[in-house]
């Protein structure tokens, strides 16, 4: 099965002692591997350039506001995945889809996406990938020559 929650679930551990307010803490709002890149770019003066994805990190790391994510997205060969803070759905190339429970079911041995009650849950992660894939499109920005 593509995209277990090892995959979709991991451990960031940050070293910056110039920049981290509250050293040796936990934060539990989603972050993603591709929000690397602008935290680096930001702690550095760079300013972000409009087709990097993903958020920076510092307000998190300085204390202030961070609300995170709402899902994370991991892409792998015939299948997609949203794992939101209680659910993992994954969608394959040939239609097929799983959903889990991770309050219910932390191992996700239990596929629910073809029981009764989950209809407006797969639909609501349905539209939460679609939403995601077009988010990471950025497409650039139209640069006229005239």
Not at 15 to 36: H, N
Not at 68 to 74: H, M, V
Request: charged share 25%; with cysteine.
């Amino acid at each position: 099965m593509p995209a277990h929650d090892c995959i979709s679930r991991v451990p960031l551990i940050l070293r910056w002692p110039e920049g981290i307010s509250s050293p040796g803490r936990t934060l539990s709002q989603i972050v993603e591997g591709v929000d690397l890149v602008p935290t680096i770019l930001e702690a550095v003066g760079i300013q972000v350039p409009y087709h990097i994805q993903g958020c920076s990190l510092i307000p998190a790391l300085e204390d202030r506001e961070f609300s995170g994510k709402s899902s994370a997205l991991t892409e792998g060969m015939g299948a997609k995945t949203i794992r939101t803070d209680r659910y993992r759905y994954v969608s394959f190339a040939d239609g097929r889809e799983m959903l889990f429970d991770l309050n219910r079911d932390p191992h996700g041995y239990r596929d629910l996406a073809g029981e009764c009650g989950y209809d407006d849950i797969l639909a609501e992660l349905r539209h939460e990938m679609l939403k995601r894939l077009i988010q990471i499109e950025r497409p650039m920005r139209p640069i006229w020559a005239y």
